[in-house]
């Protein structure tokens, strides 16, 4: 007999399981149209519905074992496959947030906070997209000298970024996993270059935005000079203006680690981090894991004519309990969802 063809112990099982769900699916359907019937007829509408619930169902079964097929571990793919996928999937995220935040503020109306937010964040995918390009739009004396400044570090985009950090980490995690066998399933591994790929993200966006503002504010002086604000209002502001662009602002990196948080933490980062992690997780693994199983023989004639007598037939006992589900409704955040939860 084909391999293909013979009957697995876990198909056997799951057919019982299967069998029993849907059998007390037909129960329900069945109730309802006699439910409808009893509505319809005046005699009728005072009985109660009969409806049938299992509340354990026992099933002796005798299987002859012919074979163990024994388990295979899961295949994971290189970190340099996983990061190839995980930058692909980085560089669209950020083309497709573009156009997203693009999106809301035309035709969402939002309320200040957002629209700044929306106008911050642009500015930020930008600026982490292509620093050098970025800096080429404000080609003035004080962004040469920020150029200057950081000439001796490559001033690489995010996506190249992300990669380095990226594949550093995974060499580490796989290692990790290599020594603990106890970890080498087929979740664990998914959830390990999960939680790295996640890290990596937040940590080099955070960075970024650490630049970002650095540039932001010793460039393009978005905030002028605290001191100049305080020496008073007799000062005309043309003057003012002038003044406080010849003097470079201070930048305080506290409250730009402070700001990267806040970036961090908000929804349009969760929301990247939402499309991007669960691709490369999917990506982790070559080839999933085979759990050991038997192949058996469970028709009746061919248990019949075994040979060897009652020691080679395996009796299993199998006992299965209901626990049903249900939907339920619910409120969250002024959104309403449902939930499939037990009784």
Known sequence: MDEKTKTKLSDVLGAFVTSVAYGRNVSDVQALRIALNYQKNVLLQGLPVPRLRLSQVSISLPVILTKVLPGEP??????????????????????????????????????????????????????????????????????????????????????????????????????????????????????????????????????????????????????????????????????????????????????????SEKIMESEITERMIADIRPLVEKAAIDKPSIPPDFYIEVDTDSIKNAGGGPDAVTRLSIVMHEEGLEWLSEEREGLKTKRLMPE
């Open 74 to 259: 899961p295949r994971w793919n290189s970190p340099e496959e996983i990061t190839k996928v995980a930058s692909t999937s980085f560089q669209t995220e950020i083309e497709d947030e573009l156009k997203r935040l693009d999106y809301l503020e035309r035709l969402k109306n939002p309320i200040k906070e957002e629209k700044d937010l929306y106008e911050r964040y642009k500015r930020f995918l930008l600026f982490s997209k292509d620093p050098e390009e970025y800096i080429k739009k404000t080609d003035t004396p004080e962004s040469q000298k920020y150029k200057k400044e950081i000439a001796e570090e490559e001033i690489t985009s995010a996506y190249e970024s992300f990669e380095k950090v990226l594949r550093s980490r995974l060499n580490r995690a796989f290692l990790k996993l290599e020594m603990d066998d106890s970890s080498n399933i087929d979740v664990a591994i998914r959830y390990t270059v999960g939680e790295t790929v996640e890290s990596a993200f937040r940590d080099v966006m955070s960075e970024f935005f650490f630049r970002y503002a650095e540039y932001r504010i010793k460039v393009e002086k978005i905030e002028p000079n605290k001191e100049m604000e305080n020496e008073g209002s007799e000062i005309e502001s043309e003057k003012s203006n002038q003044m406080a662009a010849d003097i470079r602002p201070k930048f305080d990196e506290k409250m730009a680690r402070k700001g």
